[in-house]
């Protein structure tokens, strides 16, 4: 445990450790990630070559299977997840309402006392006066 000039022990983080830690995490994240992306597609390549053995109708087969399969699966789960046990999309929308606004032409507040009315704006104003 550290301890500051005075003896008394110092309870607060230790910031120069933590901005070097994140430092050092986020680099070996970056060079993760470019090592990575060279990688893998060379790899993925290599296996989809294996797979149809140089023939395009194969290729062609295969491509879609799992561009399909690897798009509709990941919409299914997402689209099954957010239903719930009824069969009703959540949220419902009639549950997430907000209240009526005032109705149009009202100004300002009807003022206190039960059954108030609103203040009207007249149909036909009042001309100013030059």
């Not at 597609?41 to 290729?59: E, H, I, K, M």
């Not at 299977?65 to 990941?74: D, K, M, R, Y």
Request: net charge positive.
């Amino acid at each position: 445990m550290r301890s500051d000039r005075a003896g008394e022990p110092d309870t607060g983080p230790d910031w120069g450790k933590r901005l070097l830690l994140g430092t050092v995490a986020l680099a070996v994240l970056v060079a993760a990630y470019f090592l990575l992306a060279a990688t893998v597609p060379r790899w993925w390549s290599q296996r989809v070559g294996d797979a149809v053995d140089g023939r395009l109708s194969t290729g062609l087969v295969i491509g879609l299977a799992l561009g399909v399969s690897c798009t509709l699966l990941p919409l299914l789960v997402a689209w099954f997840g957010l239903r719930s046990l009824d069969g009703t999309a959540l949220p419902p929308a009639r549950q997430c309402r907000t209240p009526e606004p005032p109705p149009l032409g009202s100004v300002g507040d009807p003022g206190p006392g039960v059954g108030a009315q609103p203040t009207r704006v007249p149909a036909d104003p009042v001309p100013m006066r030059s």
